[in-house]
Protein backbone atom coordinates (compact mmCIF):
# COMPACT_ATOMS: atom_id res chain seq x y z
CA UNK A 1 0.00 0.00 0.00
CA UNK A 2 1.16 3.58 -0.59
CA UNK A 3 0.07 7.16 1.22
CA UNK A 4 -0.49 9.94 0.08
CA UNK A 5 -1.03 13.62 1.72
CA UNK A 6 -3.75 15.27 0.22
CA UNK A 7 -5.05 18.80 1.73
CA UNK A 8 -8.21 19.37 2.85
CA UNK A 9 -11.13 19.29 1.80
CA UNK A 10 -10.04 17.57 -1.22
CA UNK A 11 -8.85 14.70 0.88
CA UNK A 12 -12.67 14.51 2.44
CA UNK A 13 -14.00 14.92 -1.25
CA UNK A 14 -12.40 11.91 -2.45
CA UNK A 15 -12.90 9.48 0.83
CA UNK A 16 -16.60 11.09 1.24
CA UNK A 17 -17.94 12.68 -1.35
CA UNK A 18 -16.94 10.98 -5.40
CA UNK A 19 -13.68 13.08 -5.64
CA UNK A 20 -12.48 10.05 -8.56
CA UNK A 21 -9.36 12.08 -9.70
CA UNK A 22 -6.74 13.91 -7.73
CA UNK A 23 -5.16 16.35 -9.99
CA UNK A 24 -1.23 16.61 -9.62
CA UNK A 25 1.18 18.63 -12.04
CA UNK A 26 3.76 15.81 -12.26
CA UNK A 27 2.96 12.10 -12.24
CA UNK A 28 3.33 11.05 -8.78
CA UNK A 29 2.42 7.59 -9.04
CA UNK A 30 4.71 6.42 -11.86
CA UNK A 31 3.40 2.91 -12.68
CA UNK A 32 1.80 2.10 -9.70
CA UNK A 33 -1.74 0.96 -9.05
CA UNK A 34 -3.07 -0.20 -6.28
CA UNK A 35 -4.30 0.67 -2.74
CA UNK A 36 -3.70 3.99 -1.44
CA UNK A 37 -4.19 5.67 2.22
CA UNK A 38 -5.48 9.00 2.06
CA UNK A 39 -3.73 11.26 4.60
CA UNK A 40 -5.62 14.69 5.34
CA UNK A 41 -2.79 17.18 5.60
CA UNK A 42 -2.23 19.32 8.29
CA UNK A 43 -2.73 22.63 6.33
CA UNK A 44 -6.09 22.73 4.78
CA UNK A 45 -6.53 25.39 1.54
CA UNK A 46 -7.58 29.01 3.23
CA UNK A 47 -11.47 29.70 3.85
CA UNK A 48 -13.15 31.50 0.07
CA UNK A 49 -10.96 29.31 -1.72
CA UNK A 50 -12.71 27.83 -4.39
CA UNK A 51 -11.87 24.42 -3.15
CA UNK A 52 -14.77 24.95 -0.39
CA UNK A 53 -16.95 26.26 -3.07
CA UNK A 54 -16.67 22.75 -5.21
CA UNK A 55 -16.83 21.31 -2.00
CA UNK A 56 -20.12 22.58 -0.86
CA UNK A 57 -21.17 22.10 -4.13
CA UNK A 58 -20.70 18.24 -3.85
CA UNK A 59 -22.98 18.16 -0.76
CA UNK A 60 -19.75 18.88 1.89
CA UNK A 61 -21.56 20.66 4.55
CA UNK A 62 -18.48 23.31 4.62
CA UNK A 63 -20.02 25.29 7.60
CA UNK A 64 -19.71 22.68 9.94
CA UNK A 65 -16.35 21.75 9.03
CA UNK A 66 -13.62 22.88 11.56
CA UNK A 67 -9.85 21.30 11.54
CA UNK A 68 -11.40 18.21 13.69
CA UNK A 69 -13.86 16.97 11.92
CA UNK A 70 -11.18 17.29 8.88
CA UNK A 71 -8.59 14.81 10.58
CA UNK A 72 -6.42 17.05 9.83
CA UNK A 73 -2.59 14.81 10.08
CA UNK A 74 -5.07 11.51 10.22
CA UNK A 75 -4.83 9.16 7.79
CA UNK A 76 -8.71 9.12 7.37
CA UNK A 77 -9.37 6.35 4.45
CA UNK A 78 -8.40 4.32 1.64
CA UNK A 79 -9.05 4.02 -2.49
CA UNK A 80 -7.57 2.48 -5.30
CA UNK A 81 -5.42 3.78 -7.89
CA UNK A 82 -6.66 2.67 -11.25
CA UNK A 83 -4.60 4.73 -13.77
CA UNK A 84 -3.11 7.99 -14.56
CA UNK A 85 -3.35 10.02 -17.60
CA UNK A 86 -2.98 13.80 -18.95
CA UNK A 87 -6.10 16.43 -19.17
CA UNK A 88 -6.66 18.14 -21.65
CA UNK A 89 -4.24 21.65 -22.12
CA UNK A 90 -7.26 23.22 -22.98
CA UNK A 91 -10.34 21.91 -24.89
CA UNK A 92 -11.13 18.05 -25.67
CA UNK A 93 -10.05 15.04 -23.59
CA UNK A 94 -8.04 13.69 -20.92
CA UNK A 95 -4.92 11.66 -23.32
CA UNK A 96 -3.53 7.79 -22.65
CA UNK A 97 0.06 9.00 -21.04
CA UNK A 98 2.93 8.97 -23.67
CA UNK A 99 -0.18 8.54 -26.65
CA UNK A 100 -2.27 10.69 -28.45
CA UNK A 101 -5.28 8.36 -28.04
CA UNK A 102 -7.89 9.38 -25.93
CA UNK A 103 -9.01 7.79 -22.46
CA UNK A 104 -12.81 7.97 -23.43
CA UNK A 105 -13.87 7.25 -27.30
CA UNK A 106 -15.87 10.71 -27.57
CA UNK A 107 -12.28 12.63 -26.71
CA UNK A 108 -14.40 14.18 -23.26
CA UNK A 109 -13.17 14.84 -19.87
CA UNK A 110 -12.50 11.56 -17.62
CA UNK A 111 -14.17 13.20 -14.57
CA UNK A 112 -15.43 16.77 -13.73
CA UNK A 113 -12.86 16.61 -11.36
CA UNK A 114 -10.38 16.88 -13.68
CA UNK A 115 -8.29 19.68 -14.36
CA UNK A 116 -6.72 21.24 -17.60
CA UNK A 117 -3.16 20.51 -17.82
CA UNK A 118 -2.39 18.25 -14.65
CA UNK A 119 -2.04 14.52 -14.45
CA UNK A 120 -4.97 13.04 -13.28
CA UNK A 121 -4.79 10.00 -10.76
CA UNK A 122 -8.16 8.17 -11.02
CA UNK A 123 -9.40 7.03 -7.80
CA UNK A 124 -11.70 4.22 -6.96
CA UNK A 125 -14.10 2.41 -4.15
CA UNK A 126 -12.96 4.95 -1.71
CA UNK A 127 -13.30 3.43 2.30
CA UNK A 128 -13.37 5.87 4.98
CA UNK A 129 -11.96 4.50 8.14
CA UNK A 130 -14.22 4.57 11.25
CA UNK A 131 -11.62 5.82 13.40
CA UNK A 132 -8.40 8.16 11.31
CA UNK A 133 -5.52 7.29 12.36
CA UNK A 134 -2.67 10.02 13.21
CA UNK A 135 -0.22 10.64 10.35
CA UNK A 136 2.60 12.81 9.83
CA UNK A 137 2.38 13.48 5.67
CA UNK A 138 5.13 14.36 3.39
CA UNK A 139 4.68 15.17 -0.08
CA UNK A 140 4.54 13.05 -2.89
CA UNK A 141 3.28 8.92 -3.19
CA UNK A 142 5.29 7.03 -0.58
CA UNK A 143 5.32 3.79 1.10
CA UNK A 144 5.28 3.74 4.82
CA UNK A 145 5.95 1.20 7.97
CA UNK A 146 4.88 -1.67 8.32
CA UNK A 147 2.71 -0.94 11.48
CA UNK A 148 1.37 1.74 10.23
CA UNK A 149 0.42 -0.44 7.12
CA UNK A 150 -1.11 -3.25 9.26
CA UNK A 151 -3.33 -0.70 11.64
CA UNK A 152 -5.11 0.64 8.23
CA UNK A 153 -5.63 -2.99 6.90
CA UNK A 154 -7.00 -4.07 10.20
CA UNK A 155 -9.29 -0.66 10.15
CA UNK A 156 -10.31 -1.98 6.78
CA UNK A 157 -11.36 -5.59 7.89
CA UNK A 158 -13.48 -4.03 10.95
CA UNK A 159 -15.30 -1.99 7.70
CA UNK A 160 -16.38 -5.63 6.31
Not at 8 to 14: A, G, H, M, T, Y
Not at 82 to 101: I, W, Y
Not at 151 to 157: K, N, Q, S, V, W
Amino acid sequence: MRIMTVRPPWSNLIINHGKDVENRSTNIAGTYRGPVAIHAGLRQMPAGDRAWHIASAAGMDTDRYDGEELHLGHIIGVVDLVDVHVGPESGGGCHKLNSPLPVTPTYDLCSQWGEAGSYHLVLANPRALEQPIPYRGRLGLRTFNATTDAEILRALEALS
